[in-house]
């Protein structure tokens, strides 16, 4: 007969170092466990079955992912490479095709990641609007092959969700208000495509897109969501000359909730139920504003912030 005691005080040694073997792989399998769980959790969080709508927390930046169908489609893709670690929670790993990549506009918050996701997905077409912006990066990101010039109006879908390019709003509008200096083509060369800035601020060049995925809604200007980049005020001015029946469900807010954008004349006229401030914790900006926040307050909209939610995500 083996006493126990007897063997566990004589090989004291080999007995912590087997509990440390079965601690290390419990850890181990734990981990893997919860990762696994986690995988799972985040990949069902959003019913397939749905057309949806996720703005990502990708700290201070954008990256939106729209998916219909399991067909997929990225606005923008943050500030670096965690868009990657965020595309593959919630897609499956066969999942590499993108059906549609937007570039809002060529700043760094929008633009960074989407070197990582040209690299390491499928993507089928990026929208730029191709705006003159003085950075090698940019430079570099026109260089890709997917790339189209989008127009005011252009269209696509995503599954069942049609998205549509509000702004660049068209030169109609622009040369009416005479807010604009010159527009259409410049430069020679390779430059042909490069576009003149609306009025200067890379922002209002943002590509303001809304998104249809409900059937039910038919109505000119009437959108489940709408992303507005970090279009300001001068656009949501253009927006709504130009849609007098502009109207959203969702609305990712303009410029990370920035004072220069969400004013209250824009939030009453499209009229969200829900607005979503796409921010870094404690950012530089002061971002979400006091004043844009208020006005979500004053307009009963109810609104979330990815730096305290995390991501958001909309089934419609
Ligand atoms: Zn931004």
Redesign the pocket.
């Known amino acids: 007969m083996v006493i126990i005691k007897d063997f566990l005080k004589n090989n004291s040694g080999l007995l912590d170092s087997l509990m440390r073997l079965i601690w290390k792989n419990a850890v181990i399998m734990v981990s893997v466990l919860m990762v696994i769980l986690y995988r799972l959790q985040v990949i069902n969080f959003v019913n397939r079955e749905e057309s949806a709508v996720i703005i990502f927390d990708v700290g201070q930046?954008?990256a939106i992912l729209i998916q219909s169908d399991d067909t997929f489609g990225l606005v923008d893709g943050g500030p670096d490479g965690r868009i990657i670690y965020k595309l593959e929670n919630y897609l499956h790993p066969w999942e590499r095709d993108l059906r549609l990549v937007v570039l809002t506009h060529p700043?760094k918050?929008?633009m960074e990641g989407l070197f990582d996701v040209l690299e390491r997905f499928e993507v089928q077409t990026v929208w730029v609007n191709a705006v003159e912006y003085p950075s090698p990066e940019w430079e570099y990101f026109l260089s890709a092959d997917e790339l189209i010039q989008v127009e005011h109006l252009t269209a696509t879908y995503i599954g069942r969700c049609k998205v549509v390019v509000l702004n660049p709003i068209k030169r109609k509008f622009a040369d009416e208000t005479g807010s604009i200096d010159g527009g259409g083509l410049v430069g020679g060369g390779e430059k042909d495509l490069i576009i003149k800035s609306f009025d200067g601020n890379i922002n209002n060049d943002s590509i303001v897109l809304g998104g249809k995925c409900l059937e039910s809604k038919t109505a000119y200007g009437e959108f489940d969501f709408l992303l507005m980049g970090?279009a300001e005020v001068e656009i949501e001015e253009a927006l709504i000359h130009e849609f007098p029946s502009l109207h959203t469900s969702v609305l990712k807010a303009g410029?990370?909730c920035s004072d220069t954008s969400n004013s209250y004349k824009f939030l009453s006229r499209v009229g969200p139920g829900i607005a979503v401030c796409s921010i870094g914790a404690d950012n530089k900006f002061g971002h979400p504003s006091p004043e844009a926040i208020e006005n979500f307050e004053n307009l009963g909209i109810g609104y979330f912030v990815t730096s305290v939610s995390g991501d958001v995500a909309v089934e419609l």
Request: proline residues 0%.
């Open positions: 930046g954008d700043h918050d929008h970090d410029h990370h």
